[in-house]
């Protein structure tokens, strides 16, 4: 590559970069700029009021791993957040030998054989058909897109009845994520109650396939092997608490770091590899930004003495960043690979389910940028949510197209 073209690919992962970090402190303008100042100067830290910050990709890993020193469970982690709204039996606040057996009565569902089904079933005509608007040169809103598609999958791979609202369902993620911020550690009455009849929604539409109890759905798995129909319920929520918001983020943020680096001008659409354009897509915006454990015996953690009970905040977003922004073409480091999908027993058992919807979506927006060229011709930060995203990306057509 001519110096010229370098720099010109350096002053455009610099946009991307400079759109990521815009998002994280749209999204918590407070705390992502004391957070930034804090572990500029020390990957782990200690901050008074909050916890002990985790920012080194290995210590992150350490603690995600380290289930005998760190706990999901208990004041100040994130399952005891969850545990007045969803019950205390939903895999991401389970800990030990009953967590593991839930997890591997599941597994199955989530195997790539398994989510390419439900995406060709339940994503690809929705996708199709945004595809078709682009190419026509109409505007697509990719927000809109990854939201329509998420629902979708997720209501196949739990088993919501048919005739459930796509909208409603995503419309009770954005509720309940409002709910919660950095400083939550309980939820109060008001809110458990909110949060309870936002999911009620997810959990109605899932009870006939409990009472059908078909082995290829979340619910009827669970049925079968005689987990109760609240337990059921409670699962279902989960999964769709875990499974929707985190895709509506990671999508458009993908699509924006593409836009950013000069990939979606019109050209070869073979040239891109869309699975290391997904990768690289997931480590630039890491849309879990953080998650929470409780030191549960005191152990020492890159040179720092924790205490038990002590709150530890592994703030994976942080822990990603590499020099030079978005680069498909590079090779992630063994230390930071599928970080954004945490690691150890908790490790996120939608990942396939992920990869396969973003695969999906990346792929027909490559593809038509091959054809026409693309260009974003609206984007706008949300603001105060939980996890950092877009609330529009909409993509219209290139000078060429
Ligand atoms: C880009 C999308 C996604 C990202 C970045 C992501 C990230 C993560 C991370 C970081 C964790 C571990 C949290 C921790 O250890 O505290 C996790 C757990 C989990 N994720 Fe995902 N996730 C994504 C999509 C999904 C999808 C589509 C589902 C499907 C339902 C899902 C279901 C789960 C579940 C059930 C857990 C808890 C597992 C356990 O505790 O054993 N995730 N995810």
């Known amino acids: 590559m001519s110096s010229l073209a370098l720099t010109r690919r350096a002053a455009r992962t610099d946009v991307g970069a400079r759109w990521e970090s815009r998002l994280i402190r749209a999204a918590h303008p407070v705390v992502a700029r004391v957070v930034d100042v804090a572990v500029a100067r020390r990957p782990v830290v200690r901050m008074p009021g909050v916890g002990l910050l985790v920012a080194d990709p290995v210590a992150a890993r350490r603690v995600l791993s380290d289930t005998e020193h760190f706990a999901k469970q208990g004041p100040g982690s994130s399952g005891a957040l969850w545990t007045p709204v969803l019950g205390d ?16 009565l599941l597994a199955d569902l989530f195997s790539p ?8 079933e339940a994503a690809d005509p929705i996708i199709a058909r945004a595809g078709e608007r682009l190419r026509s040169g109409e505007a697509l809103d990719v927000v ?57 929604v997810v959990q109605d539409a899932a009870e006939a396939a409990h009472r059908e109890a ?26 769709f608490l875990t499974g929707v918001g985190t895709v509506n983020s990671a999508l458009p943020r993908i699509i924006g770091q593409l836009a950013d680096s000069g990939l ?30 409780r030191c549960a015996r005191p152990t020492e953690l890159h040179g720092i003495r924790l205490r038990q009970d002590e709150r530890v905040v592994v703030l994976l977003w942080w822990a990603t960043r590499l020099e030079g922004g978005f680069d498909p073409g590079r090779r ?3 230390e930071l690979r599928h970080l954004w999908f945490g690691a150890g027993s908790h490790f996120c058992l939608g990942a396939p389910l992920a990869l396969a919807q973003l695969r ?18 609206r984007r706008r930060a949300a603001r105060r949510v939980l996890v950092p995203r877009y609330a529009e990306l909409s993509l219209g057509a290139g000078a060429g197209g």
């Open 89 to 104: 039996r939903v895999l991401l606040n389970m800990d030990g030998d009953e967590h593991a057996r839930l997890r591997r």
């Open 113 to 120: 054989r398994v989510v390419d089904e439900v995406c060709r």
């Open 144 to 200: 809109q897109l990854a939201r329509d598609v998420s629902a979708a999958v997720i209501a196949v791979v739990v088993g919501l009845s048919a005739d459930t609202d796509p909208a409603a369902l995503v419309r009770a993620s954005d509720d309940i994520e409002s709910m919660v911020t950095w400083r939550t550690r309980a939820l109060d009455a008001d809110d458990v109650d909110r949060a309870r009849r936002a999911l009620a």
């Open 214 to 239: 078909r082995g290829d759905t979340v619910m009827g798995r669970l049925a079968l092997q005689g987990v109760s129909l609240d337990d059921g319920r409670s699962v279902a929520a989960a999964l």
């Open 264 to 293: 979606l001008e019109r050209g070869p659409a073979t040239s891109t590899d869309v699975d290391a354009v997904v990768a690289e897509g997931l480590r630039m915006t890491t849309p879990s930004l953080v998650t929470l454990r």
């Open 332 to 334: 992630t480091p063994a």
């Open 360 to 377: 999906a979506m990346t792929a027909m927006v490559l593809e038509v940028a091959a054809e026409r060229g693309l260009v974003i011709a």
